[in-house]
């Protein structure tokens, strides 16, 4: 977890929205794939969604520091 925070806070804003695009693509990727056969680790989604909602962060704090 530390490791995706640190590569978080090093990004800059089109990094970050790339990673936010990606990220959102693999949890649609994931819940796709819950449909057709039960996911082996449930925690992947939570995992998924708190990344998501830490780049949506950082980007926000750098958007507010740019002002």
């Known amino acids: 977890m530390d490791k995706v925070k ?3 806070k090093q990004f800059d804003d089109t ?3 790339a990673e936010i695009e990606k990220l959102r ?3 649609f990727t ?5 449909i057709s056969s039960p ?3 449930y925690m992947q989604f939570r995992r998924t969604k708190k990344n998501v909602a830490r780049a ?3 980007l926000r704090q750098k958007q ?3 002002k």
């Open 6 to 8: 640190s590569q978080l």
């Open 15 to 17: 990094q970050l929205k």
């Open 25 to 27: 693509r693999e949890l």
């Open 30 to 34: 994931f819940k796709l794939a819950a």
């Open 39 to 41: 996911p082996k680790d």
């Open 56 to 58: 949506l962060t950082y």
């Open 64 to 66: 507010l520091q740019a």
